[in-house]
């Protein structure tokens, strides 16, 4: 079971940035989609950024596509979220993912059942 470890988060201003990170226990990191999820108070879990193992081809939320880049580093077995021009509704507790299997189809990510989750980090984005 892989061990995630979210960290980054903090209190911003609407306009403003943050970079938030992921370091991920399993051995063979380089092999696995990668990617981001958030979840707000009263509301489900939902979708963020996925990022392919090669690094390559990545995947956003329409909400979040043109102001967060997600990119990864193998050598360190850790994922990363830039986020630009932060908006109040990107208030939320931020979660990482690793996919349940090497080499899998990026597309299939956002629908994946994960067997476990990290503690997330919280984003809270003023008005």
């Known amino acids: 079971q892989v061990q995630l470890v979210e960290s980054g988060g903090g209190l911003v201003q609407a306009g403003g940035s943050l970079r938030l990170s992921c370091a991920a226990s399993t051995r063979t990191f380089s092999t696995y989609v990668v990617g981001w999820f958030r979840q707000a108070p009263g509301t489900a879990r939902e979708f963020v950024a996925a990022l392919d193992w090669s690094g390559a081809i990545a995947y956003y939320a329409d909400s979040v596509k043109g102001r967060f880049t997600i990119s990864r580093d193998n050598s360190k077995n850790t994922v990363y979220l830039q986020m630009n021009s932060l908006k109040p509704e990107d208030t939320a507790v931020y979660y990482c993912?690793?996919?349940?299997?090497?080499?899998?189809?990026?597309?299939?990510?956002?629908?994946?059942?994960?067997?476990?989750w990290g503690q997330g980090t919280q984003v809270t984005v003023s008005s």
């Open positions: 993912n690793v996919d349940v299997i090497p080499f899998g189809v990026i597309g299939l990510f956002r629908t994946r059942k994960f067997g476990s």
